[in-house]
C-alpha cells in the first residue's frame, strides 16, 4: 500500500507543569525527615537550621516542599515541626521526593480529532499545500483534559530519560505531577503548526465516496477511526475543494484492509515462537519489530477494553417511555434530551420529573430541531421558560435549551455518564400509534471514565450549536470533580493496562553467543512468548459487548461494509422503502449476497416515494433466486441494521436514506451506536420478529495457541550455530526418552523448526517408543513419510508409509512402492502390483507418467527392461484412465515403443545434447594424441639413449609415431592392443638396459617424469579410440530417426506437461519423472 502524507492543522497551547524529581526521597529530604521522626513530639525550626548549618532560606524551602507533601506537621504557634501521622521511620524509603517545580511547555493540538502532541513533532509550513486538511476553526470543540496533556508530557519525558541515559548526563530525572493549560491562556496562542499524518486512501466503488485509512501510530486506535470519519465527511461536504480533487489522485487501487486483532495476535505468537534463534546481530532488530507488533496489540486491547459498554436492546414505545423517565428520574447532575420535534401533550408528560431534576440540582440539556426552518410551538417556549425561571424568578436553574433548531433527526437520552438510549423513537413528539420502535439502552460497566457515553456527549454538545454547549458536562472528572485540595495526580498510580498485566521484556543481548548469552536470549525470547500468551488470554477475557459512534453518511458505509462482509444474515429495518436509497446498485448487491446463501431481510413500514408513485417495494421481489430475499411491509419505525455479530441502532432509516452528502447545512445529523455482541445483537433480531440460529462454537484454530516452548528453545539454541552434520547428536541429546518428548516435537513443529531437525527428533522418538499405532505415533510416521516424498527421497517414503495404519491415506502404499522401484529391477513388478480397479485419478496419471518414463529411459539397463517387458508394462500402459495432457505422452510413447519395441537410444541423445560436433570432438582427440607423443620425443630429461631407442625405427613407439602422422585408428588400435598396453616404466626400464648395456639401471624416483609423458601417450591412445567407437555406433543406432521424431512431439506438448496441475502428494512423483524425461526435451528442441 502506498502512504500519502496530510498535514493537519495544529494549534498551539501553552501548559503549566508541575514536576518532581526522582522516584523517592533525595538525600537531604531523607535527612531532614529523618531527624524529624526521631522527636516525635516535635523539633524547633531553630534547632533544625543549627543542626545542618544549611542556611535558613534552604532549610525553609525543604520544610514547605515536606509540608505541602504532607510528610511534616508545623505548629505556627510554638515553631515546632511533627512528622505526620502515619510518617515513620519505617515509611520513609517508600515515600516520593517532596521537591516540586514549575514550567511552561508549549503543546499542539489537532483540529480534526482534538489529539495534543509536542510541539516539535508539528511543521512551521506543510509540505504540500494541497494537502492540507481544511479543519474548520470549531473542528476540535471538546476541551483538554489533564489525562490528554500527562499522556504526552509522560511520552517526552521519557524520550528525555533514554537521551540522558544514552549521553550519561548528570542531575536528577524529573517526572510530571500536573499539568494544566495556563490561565491567561484556554484557547490558541495564534501559533499554527501543521502534523504529518500518513493515510492511506481508497474509493468505494459502491457509493464513489473515498475511504480512508489513518497509518499514523501516534494515533491511538480510537483517534484514527475518528480521523478516518472526518476525513471522509470532510472530503463528501466539500467534494469539488481542492484537497478532495488532489486525494482522489492518490487513491490507492492495491488497498488492503489492516489486519485484525486475531490477525495480529496470530502473527505475533508466530514471531514470539522464532524469537530465540534470532542470531546475533539481528537481535536488536528483532525485538525493536517485536515491540512494534506488542504496542500495536496493546493498543487494539485498550480500544477493546474503552468501546466496552453493557447494552440491551429496548423495544416497544412503552418501554423506551418507561426508560426515558427513567433515566431523567435516575439523573444526578446531568440529564442530555434529544428529540428532533418537541409536542406539548408529550413533554407536559415529563415535566413532573424535569421539575424535580432541577430541582435536586441536576442540568438540564435539551436539543430540538429537525431543520432550518423548524421552531418550537408556543406552548412548549412557556413550558420551557417556567422551567428555566424558578421560584419566581429568583434562581435561575440549569435548563440548557438553544432557541434555534439543531437540524438534526437523532433520539438521544445521556444520563450523567453513566447510561444512554440511542433510538429512532422520537418520545417527545406525537408518534403514530402502534408502530414498533427499537433500541439500544447503554451503561458504564464500570465507576470510570466510559468513553462511548463520552462520546455521545461530545456529539450533543457539537449538535447543540449554541454557547450553552460549553456549560455541558462531558468528561468522567467534569462529573466527579477531584475534591478541593486533593493532589492533582496520584503520582504512584499504576502501569498502563495491559502492559501491567502482560509486561513487554528488556532488549536481549547482542553480542556473540556464548553460554551466558545464550542463556540471556533464551530467558528474553521466553519472556516474549509469554507476554504473547497473556496477551491473548486477555483478549479471549473480554466479553461484553463494544460500541461506537456512527455519524451521519457512516451508516451507509457501514450498510456496504456489511454486505461485502461474509455472513448468514442480514437485516435492515426503517421507516420508508425510498426508491432513492434502494437504488440499483444496492439491489445488485443485495441479489448476489441472497443468491450465494445469505438470508436477507428488510422490514418497513411504508414503500411509496411521496409525489413520486414509485413504490419500491415490487423492485425486491423475485431478488435472491433459491434464497429469496424477504421484504416485509409492517408497522414499524426499527431503524436498524444487523448482521451476524454486528448491529447498528438509531435515526438512520437504511430502507429510506439514500447517504448522500453534500453541503452539511443542508443534511439533517444522524446519529446510531455500532454494537458488536452476539447476545444483545441476536436480541435485536428477535425484536424484529427474525429468527435466530444458535451460533457455533468459535473455532480454536483462528487463534494461535500459547504454549511452552522452553524445552523447544533450549534445542534450536544448542543448534543454532553448530555445523549441520554436528545437529543430529545433539537433537538426541536433548531427548530425555519419556513421554514429554512428544510436546517436545510438538513444539518443535509450533515454531516452524527446520525440517531436519524435525526429522532427526521425530525417527528418534519413533525408535524408542515401540508403540506404533498410537495416534501421535501415526501422525509423525505419517509426516515422516510426506517430509521424504516432497524432498524426493522415496524409498524413505515408502518405507515410512508402509507402518501407517490408515489406508486410503495418500499417497497410498502401493503408489509410494512404485516410485520407489522407480527406474529399478523391480519396477515392472511393482506397477503391476499396483495396478487395481480402486485407483483415483491422480493415481492413474502417476503411475503411468512412471511407466511411460521408466520404459523410455531404460538404455543400458538390461534388468530394468527385462522386467518392465516381463510384467506386459507396455500392454499396461493404454489401460490406465488418463486425462489430458498425460494421456498425449502415453499415446507418444505407446507409439514410439511398437516401432522400436526398444527404449530410447540414451547415447545418441546425451552425445547431441553435448551441444559438441563429433568430428570436432576426434579431430581434438587426435592432436591430443600428437602434442602427448611430441612431449615424449623431445624431452629434455636426460634420457637420449633411451627416448632414442623407444621410438627409433625398431622402437615399441614408433608405430605410434607413424599412426598419428597418418591419422591410422587402426594403427592406433594395433598399437594399443599390442605395446601400448605394457606398463611404461617397465618399456622405459628395458629400453635403458638395452641402450646402456650393462650400466646400473636409473633409480624410478629419476626416471618418473619421463614414464609419466610415456602414459600420457597411452591415455590418448586410449580415448582417441573410445571417440571413434562411439561416433560409429551412434551412427550404426537404428532407433535415432524415431527416436528423434518422437523427441520433437514430446518437445510440443513439453509445456502443456509442466503446467498441468495434479490434486494430492502425486504430483510430486510426475515432476520427478517429467525431469528425469527433460533431456529427451531438450533433444527434441533442437
Known sequence: MSATTLYVPCEVIRVRVTYGYGEGLSPIELVMLGAVCQRPDGVAVEELLTLFRLGERVTLDLLGDLLRRGYVVVDFGTAMVRPAPGIGPMQLGALRGAERSKATVDLMVDRLVGAVFPVEEGRRRSGDYRFEVPAPLNAHEDRITEAQLLAVLDRAFERDQLRRKEKRLPGRTPRVIAAHLAPDH??????????????????????????????????????????????????????????????????????????????????????????????????????????????????????????????????????????????????????????????????????????????RGVQVVLIWGDGREAELPSKVRTALSSLQWRNDGSDLSRLLSSTMPSRLNAALVVADDREALVTGYHFLRRDEIGLQQVGLHVRAPHAGPCLPIESLLLWARRTLQHQYGQL?????????????????????????????????????????????????????????????????????????????????????????????????????????????ALDPRLLTAIDERASAGRRISLVYHRSTASGTGRDAHGSLQGLGGATPVTAERRPTNARVLVTDDRAVVGSFDFVGSSGRTGARYREKAELGLEVVGRQVVDDIARLLGIEVVESEAPVASEQAPAVELSAAGRLLGAVANLPADDRAGVVVAHLTGNAEDWQLLEDLHHVDAPDEILRVAAAAMLRRDQRRNTPTAQRWMHWLAGEAWHRGAFVEAALLRSAVVDPVLRPRTKVTAVAAARRGPRVGSALIDAWSDDLASAEHQALAVLAAVDLLLADGQPAVLSNLVDNDVPDLLPLF??????????????????????????????????????????????????????????????????????????????????????????????????????????????????????????????????????????????????????????????????????????????????????????????????????????????
Request: aromatic share 6%.
Open 186 to 359: 484556554l484557547g490558541s496562542t495564534g501559533e499554527l503548526r501543521w502534523l504529518p499524518v500518513d493515510v492511506t486512501v481508497r474509493e468505494d466503488e459502491a457509493t464513489n465516496l473515498l475511504r480512508f485509512a489513518v497509518t499514523d501510530r501516534r494515533l491511538t486506535v480510537a483517534q484514527r477511526a475518528l480521523a478516518e470519519s472526518r476525513l471522509g465527511q470532510l472530503v463528501a461536504d466539500q467534494s469539488d475543494s481542492r484537497f478532495a480533487q488532489a486525494l482522489r489522485g492518490c487513491v490507492d487501487r492495491t488497498f488492503t484492509e489492516p489486519p485484525t486483532l486475531p490477525e495480529l495476535l496470530s502473527r505475533f505468537n508466530r514471531q514470539t515462537a522464532a524469537a530465540g534463534h534470532a542470531k546475533a546481530g539481528t537481535r536488536i532488530q528483532r525485538h525493536q519489530d517485536l515491540r512494534a507488533d506488542y504496542e500495536s496489540i496493546a493498543n487494539e486491547l485498550r480500544a477493546l477494553r474503552d468501546a466496552e459498554i453493557e447494552a440491551t436492546a429496548v423495544g416497544g414505545r412503552e418501554r423506551h417511555d418507561e426508560l426515558v423517565a427513567q433515566l431523567v428520574a435516575d439523573a444526578h447532575q446531568q440529564i442530555v434530551l434529544v428529540c428532533p420535534t418537541l409536542h406539548y401533550d408529550v413533554l407536559m408528560r415529563y415535566f413532573p420529573l424535569l421539575e424535580a431534576a432541577l430541582g
Open 472 to 580: 455541558m458536562l462531558v468528561r468522567h472528572d467534569e462529573f466527579d470533580p477531584v475534591p478541593v485540595g486533593a493532589p492533582a495526580r496520584v503520582t504512584d498510580a499504576a502501569p498502563r493496562w495491559p502492559e501491567s498485566e502482560a509486561p513487554a521484556p528488556g532488549p536481549p543481548p547482542e553480542g556473540e553467543t556464548d553460554e551466558l548469552t545464550a542463556s540471556q536470549v533464551k530467558l528474553w525470547a521466553e519472556q516474549w512468548q509469554n507476554a504473547a500468551a497473556r496477551l491473548a488470554q486477555l483478549v479471549a477475557g473480554r466479553t461484553l459487548p463494544r460500541v461506537r459512534l456512527v455519524e451521519d453518511a457512516a451508516h451507509r458505509e457501514l450498510l456496504w461494509d456489511a454486505l461485502r462482509r461474509p455472513g448468514r444474515r442480514l437485516v435492515l429495518g426503517g421507516f420508508l422503502a425510498h426508491p432513492d
Open 881 to 1086: 484412465e488418463l486425462v489430458e495432457p498425460w494421456a498425449d505422452l502415453v499415446t507418444l510413447t505407446t507409439r514410439y515403443w511398437k516401432s522400436t519395441s526398444g527404449p530410447l537410444p540414451l547415447r545418441v541423445i546425451n552425445a547431441d545434447n553435448a551441444g559438441t560436433d563429433r568430428r570436432q570432438v576426434l579431430d581434438s582427440a587426435w592432436q591430443s594424441l600428437g602434442t602427448a607423443v611430441d612431449q615424449c620425443r623431445n624431452a629434455r630429461l636426460g634420457f637420449k639413449l633411451a627416448s632414442r631407442h623407444l621410438f627409433g625405427t625398431h622402437g615399441v613407439y614408433h608405430a605410434i609415431v607413424d599412426a598419428v602422422a597418418d591419422r591410422n585408428v587402426d594403427a592406433v588400435r594395433e598399437w594399443v592392443g599390442g605395446a601400448g598396453g605394457v606398463d611404461a616404466q617397465e618399456q622405459f626400464s628395458a629400453a635403458e638396459r638395452e641402450a646402456a648395456g650393462l650400466r646400473k639401471p636409473t633409480p624410478v624416483a629419476r626416471t618418473q617424469p619421463y614414464v609419466d609423458r610415456m602414459r600420457r601417450i597411452q591415455d590418448a591412445a586410449g580415448a582417441l579410440l573410445r571417440c571413434h567407437d562411439e561416433e560409429v555406433g551412434e551412427a550404426q543406432d537404428l532407433r535415432a530417426d524415431v527416436a528423434r521424431v518422437f523427441a520433437r512431439q514430446l518437445h510440443h506438448l513439453w509445456p502443456r506437461l509442466r503446467q498441468a496441475s495434479v490434486d494430492g502428494p502425486e504430483s510430486i512423483v510426475i515432476e520427478t519423472a517429467l525431469d528425469d524425461l527433460a533431456l529427451v526435451q531438450r533433444w527434441g528442441s533442437t
